[in-house]
């Protein structure tokens, strides 16, 4: 607010305290200006200061739901932070799942039935034929077929027979969460 122009004054009388007149000419004599100057312009700051505290309450609240909003988001990032980790994890142990099936597969379990060179368990559960020959492997997988005679290593062959069902239990829950 500017006052300073003489055309658009006018003329306020109040009775007023003694010790708020008296205030009013210290802060005249110490500012070196007349008393009229001195109301003006404490008047003019007091209403600035009554329209910046509406001003300021405003911001404050602006800030309380800026503050809360703020929680609200660092909360989600903490969920989504744990929801990386778990899903992390779950990678983790899948890819170390893979790895053993894929160790498992690469494992010599036996010996081809026909040419008796060592067979892998891709050769026995992919192929399903020998990889030097190619004659056909599934009469190993026969229960039927007793396993002194069969060349295949019981140990190696329940080993990967293991790791194919872990394999196939993940993908299962895989599938279920989805």
Request: net charge neutral; with cysteine; aromatic share 2%.
């Amino acid at each position: 607010m500017d006052c300073g122009r003489l055309g658009d004054m006018a003329t306020l009388y109040a009775h007023i305290p003694d010790s708020l007149h008296a205030a009013l000419n210290s802060y005249a004599k110490d500012r070196r200006v007349k008393l009229t100057a001195a109301t003006v312009e404490l008047l003019e700051t007091g209403l600035d200061a009554v329209a910046n505290a509406t001003t300021r309450v405003a911001l404050e609240e602006r800030v309380a739901v800026a503050t809360e909003q703020a929680a609200e988001a660092r909360a989600l990032a903490e969920q989504a932070e744990k929801a990386r980790a778990a899903l992390e994890a779950t990678l983790n142990g899948q890819t170390e799942a893979y790895a053993l099936v894929g160790g498992r597969l690469n494992q010599p379990i036996g010996r081809c039935p026909s040419c008796r060179h060592p067979i892998s368990g891709r050769d026995l559960v992919v192929r399903n034929a020998c990889g030097s020959c190619s004659a056909p492997l599934s009469a190993l997988l026969d229960p039927r077929t007793p396993a002194a005679g069969s060349g295949l290593n019981t140990t190696e062959y329940l080993l990967l027979i293991g790791a194919l069902g872990l394999l196939v239990g993940m993908a299962m829950a895989q599938s279920k969460k989805s």
